[in-house]
């Protein structure tokens, strides 16, 4: 494992990135990081607000700014915000700078995670549920796809499965 710089986790809201990412990073001996968190301590104000407040093109200039900073160094798993990857210079940035790993899940298993989650879901807030997942899922599936160098579907999968596929696959590339 010592040429991985980095393994950044992407995929759509409550695919599993930050439960996924602190039992992989503990497995590699690697530091977890979250880029939604990170914001939130940058901004001292959570994503929601910086939605509601400053617009969304605010939050992804913040988003990209911290990414490129943690991308910086090595030795990190990172679990990045689902729309990092509407920024074709944040997918440039996660593939040079880290085994990129889409956590790919079903609509379904994403509502399921959603109503056990009472996360920092901005994009939730706007309407229902599913009807936001339809509008939102779908035109972003390229994007992960071209992001990742890794694909695992998590559907019907244990967060302890899903890291052991991974480590599987890196081992491989």
């Not at 695919?15 to 590699?28: D, E, F, I």
Request: proline share 2%; charged share 30%.
């Amino acid at each position: 494992m010592g040429s991985v710089k980095n393994i950044s986790l992407v995929g759509f809201m409550a695919s599993g990135k930050t439960t996924v990412g602190k039992q992989l990073a503990k497995k590699l001996g690697f530091e977890f990081v979250d880029t939604d968190d990170l914001a939130e301590k940058l901004e001292g104000r959570t994503i929601s607000s910086m939605f509601e407040n400053s617009g969304e093109e605010y939050f992804r200039d913040v988003e990209s700014g911290i990414l490129g900073e943690v991308l910086s160094e090595s030795g990190k798993v990172i679990s990045t915000g689902g729309g990092i990857i509407l920024r074709e210079e944040n997918i440039r940035a996660l593939r040079g700078n880290s085994i990129v790993v889409w956590l790919k899940a079903s609509r379904d298993t994403v509502l399921k995670n959603l109503k056990r989650s009472e996360d920092k879901r901005p994009l939730m807030k706007q309407c229902e549920a599913e009807e936001r997942i339809d509008a939102i899922l779908p035109p972003r599936l390229d994007k992960y796809k071209r992001a990742a160098h890794i694909t695992v579907d998590v559907d019907g999968k244990s967060p302890a499965n899903i890291v052991s596929e991974i480590l599987f696959n890196i081992k491989k590339i």
